[in-house]
């Protein structure tokens, strides 16, 4: 299994440790760099799965290191920053950067937000399956359609989406932020309502077309995965 790599792009020597370890805690790989300069050293020698990169650093500022990132790779980026300008987050995100989270930040989300971005990026390497099949459950990719017992049905968008995250991965355990940051790609603010409401049309939908259908497991205290 090949290791993840990320580059921790930092000046603050405490800050930078304390995401190194962060990271190795969950079984990552880790490079500090403590400047802009320091850090384009490091993107020439080798690829990166990842980079957490500091707006505020000596010499060449992570503005400027963004541009020569997106120039250079296609790593994703998330921007750990003090600043809080509406304007600074809008005009990283335009340059390249995937994520933006504020200083100080909670150790947690940070695990979270590094676990999505991964997540999603891994996924859009993977060959494609063109038909999820799962129990009696057939969802094309390329014509948008959901069978159950091979009747259609019909799913909103987000129902779509859910239905396909779940089926992609039907024996992992999705955690609630995980699936807001998968399916809706806006940070998680606790918002239960919105996932129950669309996980709970989803099940009855998938219920009403077939009664004795079990599909969508809902692991308490953890989240939801497809029904074994």
Known sequence: MNETKILVVEDDNDINQLLCNIAKKNNYHTQP?????????YLDKQDWDLILLDLMLPGMDGEQILNKITEKVTTPVI???AKT?????????KIGADD?????????????RMESL?????????????????????LDKNTKTVTVNGSIITL???EYQILQLLMESPQKVFSKPNLFESVWGEPYHADD???NVHMSNLRNKLTKANPDGQYI?????????MES
């Open 118 to 138: 991964l997540r999603r990026y891994r996924n859009a390497k993977k060959p494609q399956q063109d038909v999820l099949t799962y129990k009696d459950i057939q």
């Open 33 to 41: 760099a403590y400047s802009g300069t320091e850090a384009l050293i």
């Open 193 to 195: 309502n919105t996932i």
């Open 217 to 225: 497991k809902t692991v308490w205290g953890m989240g939801y995965r």
């Open 79 to 81: 921007i750990i920053s």
């Open 100 to 112: 933006f989270i504020t200083k100080p930040f909670d150790i947690d989300e940070v695990v979270a």
């Open 85 to 93: 300008e509406k304007e600074t987050k809008i005009n990283s995100l």
């Open 156 to 158: 909103t968008a987000r």
